[in-house]
């Protein structure tokens, strides 16, 4: 007995004289701050990422920081900071019997020094690691000033929103350094680190107000404000900055984000993108008004993304309808995710038939087809449930029919098209030709809106690819510049290939059978443009370019839920118009039109068989050729009942 009271009188001995051991100077050190600042090509600031280890933002001593936000943090936390040792006998008992009744650790009774410990260290949450917590608050308590311990937690506890230090958290909710922050506003802040997200102030702005009263009664009950200061600071109403002020162009900035790792922030102090903030404030003006007017036809988000042709840089890139607004999954990127594209696909079976020695004016079987399957047969329906005989390759396209598009890919092959598509971006079609089957050109893979504009794009581009581009220059923290490379580029389809897609789809009069006249997609100036609706209305798509811009518009709902027969021309198509619309009026240039390749002729036809004009046509209209592949011979197609019977689609 005597020994183990010996043993154990040296072990507390020792553990005394532990406390005395100089606490890490190196840890209490304040980091360099490296804030990474998202600038648009412009130079307007777009978001900054507080990029050091612990995300804090500039150090700011005591005397920087408004006294109201000292009380108020003292009031929240830990009322006694100024006459416990580091820890609270009371708050550690009150603790205790909260865990042994809920049988789990809900409480810490921790105290302002034990939490820079936490924040310091990162200690797991379990008993052990509490008494380690608490020997280090002994120990920092020994070696450091109260008002040293208190400057270490202002600046490094988390206020939420990626806001470490009350300098952060002041400058983001409201715009002004910390010792300008009135009673009201201080009480606001230091009841956030309770539960930075449980008080986030935008989404949860009444949670976070309640908790904000519940402090400054706690700081009146204690005598640290008169009454006259709480019935002020109580009624004063609170200015919070806009989130959408704070967080501009949230998706783009995301995508910034996901191309750069940690250790490379760490030595970026600024990213100058290719985006255009005030073509970015337009375009979402213009979304949030077209999901407005879609709301009676179940349609509750859209996203849209614009690309410069000649450079390939996105101006504009819009996610969602509202990032904020969390009911509709705000935060999700319909830009970047993945969604059935419908019909958006077809264009680039289209050209691989080009390729292969169709024309515009190849007669294409749009009658009944049963394709086998596994299981079942697929019997492919077009659009208007009709169908449509024997037509021009030009009409099929330009009408976006079904079965004409599955009578090509079946004979140009699935993986010739699959392959294609690879090389023109859409690298989420992971899977083999058989997995996708003849299904592919009707959308039946699941790819991005922005791989769609991409690849609209090497259209745009005479059929040169470009893979998109987003930073213009970045400057180190010793404030040296760096310019980006422009990136490689790489031909997928020949000009001439690629101009008549292009002038397929700006053909008004070939899209009439199935869009009729004066549509959304009809625009003053030269545009091609492709609509695309995906099985049960889930999703549409209007995909189309000018010579100069690439526009990808996507309307829909991100749980999937359909909407009421809303199509790709009734949904997307009216935004896709409003935004290309802007795009030419903000140009303030004359609209080229798209520059006709020297390997191409025009040539009359019949509009009825596609070959050169006969006695018996009905008319003449002028089809464009890649040279050699023009019909040789006079229609013998329409003096007999051939006509007849194939428009009727025997």
């Known amino acids: 007995m005597k020994i183990f009271s010996v043993s154990l009188g040296f072990v507390l001995v020792l553990l005394g004289v532990s406390l005395y051991i100089p606490f890490s100077r190196k840890a209490l ?13 412009k130079g307007n600031l777009l978001r900054e990422v507080l990029s050091d280890q612990e995300g804090r933002s500039r ?20 009322s006694r900071f100024y006459e416990h040792p580091g820890i609270d006998i009371r708050a550690i008992a009150r603790a205790i019997i909260q865990n042994i009744r809920a049988r789990r650790i809900v409480s810490g009774g921790s105290t302002l020094t034990q939490q820079v410990v936490k924040n310091i260290y990162h200690f797991p949450r379990n008993w052990f690691w509490k008494m380690v917590e608490i020997w280090y608050a002994l120990r920092l308590e020994i070696s450091r000033s109260k008002d040293e311990i208190l400057t270490q937690y202002l600046n490094r506890i988390s206020y939420g929103n990626q806001t470490f230090g009350i300098n952060a958290a002041s400058s983001l909710y409201f715009d002004k350094p910390p010792s300008h922050l009135s009673l009201a506003e201080a009480a606001f802040l230091a009841g956030l680190p309770r539960g930075p997200s449980l008080y986030n102030p935008y989404r949860h702005q009444l949670r976070a107000q309640k908790r904000q009263r519940e402090v400054l009664r706690r700081m009146l009950n204690k005598g640290m404000i008169k009454q006259e200061e709480y019935r002020r600071a109580f009624k004063e109403p609170l200015n919070l900055i806009s989130p959408e002020i704070s967080f501009r162009a949230p998706h783009f900035c995301d995508l910034v984000l996901s191309k750069i790792s940690p250790k490379e922030r760490q030595n970026i102090s600024s990213l100058r993108t290719t985006l255009d903030f005030e073509l970015q404030k337009d375009v979402e003006v213009l979304l ?6 879609l709301k009676k036809w179940e349609v509750s988000n859209a996203a849209a993304v614009i690309m410069d042709n000649k450079s390939g840089e996105i101006l504009c890139l819009v996610g969602s309808a509202n990032f904020f607004d969390s009911y509709h999954s705000g935060q999700v990127s319909a830009v970047t995710s993945l969604r059935q594209p419908g019909s958006a696909l077809k264009p680039f079976t289209y050209a691989l038939a080009l390729e292969q020695g169709m024309t515009p004016a190849t007669l294409i079987l749009d009658t009944e087809i049963r394709i086998r399957g596994k299981e079942v047969d697929y019997v492919p329906r077009n659009y208007d449930g009709k169908f449509h005989g024997l037509i021009r390759l030009r009409e099929a396209l330009a009408c976006s029919y079904n079965v004409s598009a599955i009578r090509v890919l079946e004979n140009i092959g699935i993986e010739s098209l699959l392959h294609r598509l690879k090389k023109l971006g859409f690298e989420t079609l992971d899977k083999g030709a058989d997995y996708y089957g003849l299904g592919l050109t009707l959308g039946g893979g699941e790819v991005t809106l ?7 794009g090497a259209l745009a581009r005479s059929g040169v690819f470009k893979k998109e581009r987003i930073f213009l220059e970045a400057k180190d923290i010793q404030d040296r510049t760096k310019s980006f490379p422009k990136g490689s580029s790489r031909r997928v389809f020949s000009p001439e290939v690629s101009y008549i897609i292009t002038n397929i789809l700006q053909d008004r009069d070939a899209r009439i059978p199935a869009f009729g006249e004066g549509s959304c997609l009809s625009l003053p100036f030269p545009c091609a443009v492709k609509t695309g609706t995906s099985a049960n209305f889930r ?3 209007a995909i189309g370019y000018t010579p100069h811009h690439t526009v990808g518009v996507w309307v829909g709902n991100f749980d999937g839920r359909p909407m009421q027969s809303v199509s790709g021309v009734s949904g997307a198509g009216p935004l896709f118009r409003d935004i290309m619309l802007l795009l030419e009026r903000r140009e303030k240039r004359r609209n080229f039109d798209f520059t006709i390749p020297a390997g191409l002729m025009e040539v009359y036809v019949c509009p009825q068989s596609g070959m050169l004009v006969g006695s018996f046509c009905p008319g003449k209209i002028k089809e464009i050729f890649i040279k050699g592949t023009e019909p040789k011979d006079v ?16």
Do not use: H
């Not at 050190?29 to 600038?39: F, G, M, T």
């Not at 949030?288 to 007017?293: A, P």
């Not at 922005?450 to 609209?456: D, V």
């Open 29 to 41: 050190e304040p980091a360099s701050v490296v804030s990474l600042r998202i600038l648009d090509r």
């Open 450 to 456: 922005l791989e769609l504009a991409r690849a609209y």
């Open 635 to 650: 229609c013998n197609f329409c003096d007999g009942k051939l006509l007849v019977n194939s428009r009727n689609g025997k």
């Open 288 to 293: 949030r008004n077209s999901v407005k007017s």
């Open 59 to 78: 150090w700011v001593s005591l005397p920087e920081i408004s006294p109201n936000a000292i009380l108020a943090t003292l009031a929240a936390e830990d």
């Open 539 to 541: 999703d549409n798509w």
